[in-house]
């Protein structure tokens, strides 16, 4: 049966899927408004779906919506955070399709695949429930700064974040009183509390406030090489100006490989950029320059 439902039914049912489990609620409005289609024809597919799966949403009056069961077991969907944070990154609204492995624009396209650092889906499912809720979260957290081995603290996360290279969690730290990063892969247990969040991104300063990196070309660079990065980098002024939020500026300079020794030492065919308003951003990115 589940090989006769046509690709776009399989496109809702998957969503269904992938909004409950990781926001804890799927409702008929977010169905009808992600698809574009009528309340009548969601509440459709909302039946349809508990007909296939009885045991996986429990209807819930207090959110006029479907929450995920103790025995939630996916039956359309990839649910592996190796799927899904993509899939949030880029809102999208479904996992694969008709043809996966096809190229849909006949480009084929090469992915560098690095080491996986994610933590388990019953984990991230937590952590972006109590994102999308507002609620506290109780973690256990492998912090390489901590002597201890499973440190219990209580979080209140805001945002997921991708830095080019791994993961994190952007979140108020109760112990600490302050935002911090939580690397998602540190996550040994995650358990999301019905209990509201008491802050939020608008009080995290280094999240609200935008700041302009200003980089150049590597001074030891010949002037060929700077001309060319100059384009590559779309500046026809010399000046390379990326707006970025405080608290990502450290994984911006990472990333791009940029020269944040004092007086520009390191080698210039690695490290091609150097930072023009280093006394304006280094308050903010303090571990990033050397």
């Known amino acids: 049966m589940l090989n006769e439902i046509k690709w776009a039914t399989r496109q809702r049912l998957q ?44 209807y819930k009056h207090a959110v006029f919506g479907f929450v995920p069961s103790s025995e939630f077991k996916e039956v359309f969907a990839d649910l592996s955070p190796a799927t899904v944070l993509p899939m949030l990154e880029a809102n999208l609204t479904v996992i694969g399709g008709p043809n996966p492995d096809d190229s849909v624009f006949g480009i084929p396209v090469e992915n560098m695949i690095l080491p996986n650092r994610l933590p388990d889906k019953t984990v991230l499912s937590q952590i972006s429930r109590a ?19 499973d440190n219990k603290r209580i979080i209140e996360p805001h945002s997921l974040v991708n830095t080019g290279f791994r993961w994190h969690v952007r979140a108020y730290n109760e112990d600490t009183f302050d935002f911090r990063d939580f690397v998602l892969s540190r996550f040994v247990s995650a358990e999301c509390l019905d209990e509201d969040a008491e802050s939020s991104a ?17 001074p030891k660079l010949d002037k060929e090489k700077q001309d060319s990065l100059l384009i590559d980098y779309g500046s026809n002024e010399g000046v390379i100006t990326i707006k970025v939020r405080r608290a990502l500026i450290g994984y911006l300079l990472q990333q791009l490989s940029v020269d944040t ?26 571990w990033a320059f050397s």
């Open 261 to 286: 020794t004092a007086n520009h030492d390191l080698n210039p065919n690695k490290y091609q950029l150097i930072v023009l308003n280093r006394d304006e951003i280094e308050p903010f990115a303090a």
């Open 131 to 149: 994102i999308h809720n507002q609620k506290k979260l109780l973690v256990s957290y492998r912090s390489l700064s901590d002597k201890a081995t």
């Open 202 to 218: 608008q009080y995290d300063d280094d999240w609200s406030e935008i700041i302009s990196v200003q980089l150049t070309p590597h």
């Open 15 to 58: 969503y269904i899927e992938l909004r409950a489990y990781y926001t804890g609620v799927v409702t008929r409005s977010d169905v009808a408004r992600a698809f574009a289609i009528s309340d009548a024809a969601a509440t459709k597919d909302l039946k349809f779906y508990s007909d296939i799966a009885p045991e996986n949403l429990i």
